[in-house]
Nanobody, 122 residues
Framework: QVQLRESGGGVVQTGGSLRLSCAAS???????VGWFRQAPGKNRTFVGA???????LYDDSVRGRFTLSRDNVKNTISLQMNSLKVEDTAVYFC?????????????????WGQGTQVTVSS
């Protein structure tokens, strides 16, 4: 059973940066790890995903500003967020699915963290 815990959220001004981390217990070395976010009153939306092989998929809204990385030895996944905008404000969730391809669909992921709040102020 994979368990995930996010950290690194906080409050930052427009244009600032934050680095989110996802610590995993259980075997995530095989499989895809993704990040989703959910703003108040909105559905959970895809941010990015990284496969065991290092293939990466980003949503168009974050491409060029956010960078995913994973350390399979330390069992951690990081999301570096630069040039943050007010519209990036949301709760960010780390997710995992088994030995499966990259996916944008929340329903394809089987393990979820509790989420970490990111607030970008103008």
């Amino acid at each position: 059973q994979v368990q995930l815990r996010e950290s690194g959220g906080g409050v930052v001004q427009t244009g600032g940066s934050l680095r989110l981390s996802c610590a995993a217990s259980g075997r995530i070395t095989v499989g895809t790890v993704g990040w989703f976010r959910q703003a108040p009153g909105k559905n959970r939306t895809f941010v990015g995903a990284i496969s065991w092989f290092g293939n990466i998929l980003y949503d168009d809204s974050v491409r060029g500003r956010f960078t995913l990385s994973r350390d399979n030895v330390k069992n951690t996944i990081s999301l570096q967020m630069n040039s943050l905008k007010v519209e990036d404000t949301a709760v960010y969730f780390c997710t995992h699915r088994g030995s499966k391809p990259l996916s944008r669909a929340p329903s394809d992921y089987t393990a979820w963290g509790q989420g970490t709040q990111v607030t970008v102020s103008s």
